[in-house]
Nanobody, 123 residues
């Protein structure tokens, strides 16, 4: 079993930056594709970014391309989301997820989810 815990959320002004972290337990961490989703009250869950187990392949939603960067450090059992040029519409609870394939991770059909971390961007 894999346990995921997000951190790094907070309040930031538009144009600012935040770095989210997702710490994973379990020796099999490096074998999972991982990524990020976000959810705002009244809106559907939205895919943000994904990364293969090796880190060689990444995917981004069009809304965050050029602003967000996903990465992972398997030696530290940690995945990151660097968020730059933040906009008020980025305000959401951000969740990390993990699954056995990138296709399942990107669809949100994942075996494991974190508890979420709040990101609020003021205008």
């Amino acid at each position: 079993q894999v346990q995921l815990v997000e951190s790094g959320g907070g309040l930031v002004q538009a144009g600012g930056s935040l770095r989210l972290s997702c710490a994973a337990s379990g020796r099999a961490f490096s074998s999972y594709a991982m990524g990020w989703f976000r959810r705002t009250p009244g809106k559907e869950r939205e895919f943000v970014a994904g990364i293969s187990w090796s880190g060689s392949t990444t995917y981004y939603a069009d809304s965050v391309k050029g602003r967000f960067t996903i990465s992972r450090d398997n030696a530290k059992n940690t995945m990151y989301l660097q968020m730059n040029s933040l906009k008020p519409e980025d305000t959401a609870v951000y969740y990390c997820n993990a699954d056995e394939s990138m296709s399942r991770q990107r669809r949100g059909v994942s075996s494991y989810w974190g508890q979420g971390t709040q990101v609020t961007v003021s205008s």
